[in-house]
T-cell receptor, first 110, second 115 residues
Framework: DAKTTQPTSMDCAEGRAANLPCNHSTISGNEYVYWYRQIHSQGPQYIIHGLKNNETNEMASLIITEDRKSSTLILPHATLRDTAVYYCIVRVASYQKVTFGTGTKLQVIP | DVKVTQSSRYLVKRTGEKVFLECVQDMDHENMFWYRQDPGLGLRLIYFSYDVKMKEKGDIPEGYSVSREKKERFSLILESASTNQTSMYLC??????????????FGNGTRLTVT
């Protein structure tokens, strides 16, 4: 699995968009970008994933650069409940081993 | 919704004890994983299993073993618990057969303290 690099922490004002970046410069052509988040005292929760096209679901949007070396998770209107650690990982969808880094701690400020 | 259930939320054991952490999933997933989570180190993969009776070492398997006798259950075993195994342990499962849409589903963790 390719490695990812994320900022250690970020702040975002409540109601504003939160943009969380992730670098994955060694990503392979068949590796997907997945995002998870972990709210305190819970297990990580799946948010969204994509291969090369931008993706959107009810939780977030995922923007992947054309060269696929980086991506951005967008929470369009951050709320206090979005305060969590966000993990970006890359993996081949059918490949079993999945490795997580330390993620980005997002603090949403009232 | 997929449910991954870990048998204990909190566990306190003594050094040298044999410890079993149990995980059950209800969605017929082929793959199951055990991670440990420590402050500043993120989630680190201990072992994973892609089928019944099959297992593969993750990044930090030393001091641990696993058992997968049934598809829905994946057990993590600490043969002789040590204080450096005090940690949060997270179990996860995923499906292979769904192809590209195969995210991990996590349980809520077992916080193990070894004294």
């Amino acid at each position: 699995d390719a490695k990812t690099t994320q900022p250690t922490s970020m702040d975002c004002a409540e109601g504003r968009a939160a943009n969380l970046p992730c670098n994955h410069s060694t990503i392979s052509g068949n590796e997907y970008v997945y995002w998870y988040r972990q709210i305190h005292s819970q297990g990580p929760q799946y948010i969204i994933h994509g291969l090369k096209n931008n993706e959107t679901n009810e939780m977030a949007s995922l923007i992947i650069t054309e060269d696929r070396k980086s991506s951005t998770l967008i929470l369009p209107h951050a709320t206090l409940r979005d305060t969590a650690v966000y993990y970006c990982i890359v993996r081949v969808a059918s490949y079993q081993k999945v490795t997580f880094g330390t993620g980005t701690k997002l603090q949403v400020i009232p | 919704d997929v449910k991954v259930t870990q048998s204990s939320r909190y566990l306190v054991k003594r050094t040298g004890e044999k410890v079993f952490l149990e995980c059950v999933q209800d969605m017929d997933h082929e793959n199951m994983f055990w991670y440990r989570q420590d402050p500043g180190l993120g989630l680190r993969l201990i072992y994973f299993s892609y089928d019944v009776k099959m297992k593969e070492k993750g990044d930090i398997p030393e001091g641990y073993s696993v058992s997968r006798e049934k598809k829905e259950r994946f057990s993590l075993i600490l043969e002789s618990a040590s204080t450096n195994q005090t940690s949060m342990y997270l179990c996860a499962s995923s499906s292979t057969s769904r192809g590209t849409d195969s995210p991990l589903h996590f349980g809520n963790g077992t916080r193990l303290t070894v004294t």
